[in-house]
């Protein structure tokens, strides 16, 4: 069965592998990885920095900016989880296959960065992404209050 035709949840599992919710390794205590497996963790906090994997959206159905709305919703979660916020956001890697989703992409970006507190961000257009479905991935790094 190929990666399109299973959900995207499940492509996201399949190509992250099974993970745990919260692993601190003996030999790193000081490194709390969320939703953690043996190719990636979601989320990694170090430190007073929290270091998410690139989010991705579940309905691949979605336009740009649809899509993008939803990888902000993960990273909104994750932050939580993390224990700060979208406020705290210090840079952003978004990537896009096509770079004529800037503009939608963009709206839904600022619907959704809080005045006063947008991060550094760099976008990066052309690129070819994991499911051929997804048009928008997202990597943020944040502090930690």
Same mark, same amino acid.
């Given at each position: ?5 299973? =959900? ?7 190509? /992250? ?8 390794? @003996? ?5 709390? %990885? ?7 963790? !979601?989320?990694?906090?170090? =430190?007073? +920095?929290?270091?998410?994997? =690139? ?10 900016? =649809? ?9 909104? !979660?994750?932050?939580? %989880? ?8 210090? @840079? +952003? @890697? ?10 939608? @992409? ?14 550094? /961000? ?14 928008? !991935? ?8």
């Amino acid at each position: 069965q190929s990666l399109r035709h299973v =959900g995207a949840a499940q492509t996201r599992l399949a190509l /992250r592998s099974p993970r745990t919710s919260i692993c601190k390794a @003996m030999a790193n205590a000081d490194i709390t %990885r969320l939703d953690c497996g043996k190719r990636l963790s !979601e989320a990694v906090v170090h =430190g007073k +920095t929290v270091y998410l994997a =690139g989010q991705v959206p579940d309905n691949t159905s979605l336009d740009a900016k =649809g899509q993008t709305a939803e990888c902000l919703k993960c990273i909104d !979660e994750l932050l939580a %989880r993390a224990g700060t916020d979208k406020t705290r956001i210090l @840079m +952003t @890697m978004v990537y896009l296959c096509d770079i004529n989703d800037f503009p939608l @992409m963009n709206e839904a970006w600022d619907a959704w960065v809080p005045e006063g507190h947008s991060p550094a /961000r760099a976008t990066v257009a052309g690129v070819k992404l994991a499911d051929p479905g997804w048009k928008v !991935e997202i990597v943020v790094t944040a502090a930690l209050p």
